[in-house]
T-cell receptor, first 112, second 113 residues
């Protein structure tokens, strides 16, 4: 699953800093959102999800914020580590058959 | 932790040949999917499969593509006559129920020459 991502936006952060990755989704009818992490050579890995009846959800070192008014999703990573370096995708689901639609992705580069 | 497994990890084929990509979804999952990712691009939906039939497919999933669940554990994607533009990473995924996270395998890299 390499995402060379020549045209991917890149967020560069120092190790230990907090990272915020943003995503605009397209379908106002979407009711379930997921953040995935993709490392080189691997498939997308589930990080955290949020349903449309919530505006915030926290996991271990990660927080997802949902603003339905402006159709915006963000992923906050606390105390970013070198192992967090990857491409991050937001994805949305609408409809009854669990069809997941991915956004374009953001590359996170963590520098020591 | 259960995972989705895909074989082969890399498949090279000549244009016009048929390929079958194989997947073993997580055993108690009911929904199955194929996605693809062309190098440098985002992950694109191909098809979803539930209750032994296709529930939804994208416009990419034309008559050259088919899916099958031949037994209780495997889920396959067949491309009948490959084209150069079919070169991509193909990801299989499964989910337990609707509106639940999809779990992805590590993909098959298909190279059509």
């Amino acid at each position: 699953g390499e995402s060379v991502g020549l045209h991917l936006p890149t967020l560069s952060v120092q190790e230990g800093d907090n990272s915020i990755i943003n995503c605009a989704y397209s379908n106002s009818a979407s009711d379930y959102f997921i953040w995935y992490k993709q490392e080189s050579g691997k498939g997308p890995q589930f990080i955290i999800d949020i349903r449309s009846n919530m505006d915030k959800r926290q996991g271990q070192r990660v927080t997802v914020l949902l603003n339905k008014t402006v159709k915006h999703l963000s992923l906050q990573i606390a105390a970013t580590q070198p192992g967090d370096s990857a491409v991050y995708f937001c994805a949305e689901i609408s409809g009854g058959y669990n069809k997941l639609i991915f956004g374009a992705g953001t590359r996170l580069a963590v520098h020591p | 932790e259960p995972e989705v497994t895909q074989t082969p990890s890399h498949q090279v084929t000549q244009m016009g040949q048929e390929v079958i990509l194989r997947c073993v979804p997580i055993s108690n999952h009911l929904y199955f999917y194929w996605y693809r990712q062309i190098l440098g691009q985002k992950v694109e939906f191909l098809v979803s499969f539930y209750n032994n039939e296709i529930s939804e497919k994208s416009e990419i999933f034309d008559d050259q593509f088919s899916v099958e669940r031949p037994d209780g554990s495997n889920f396959t994607l067949k491309i009948r006559s490959t084209k150069l533009e079919d070169s991509a990473m193909y990801f299989c995924a499964s989910s337990e129920v609707a509106n639940s996270p999809l779990h992805f395998g590590n993909g098959t890299r298909l190279t059509v020459t």
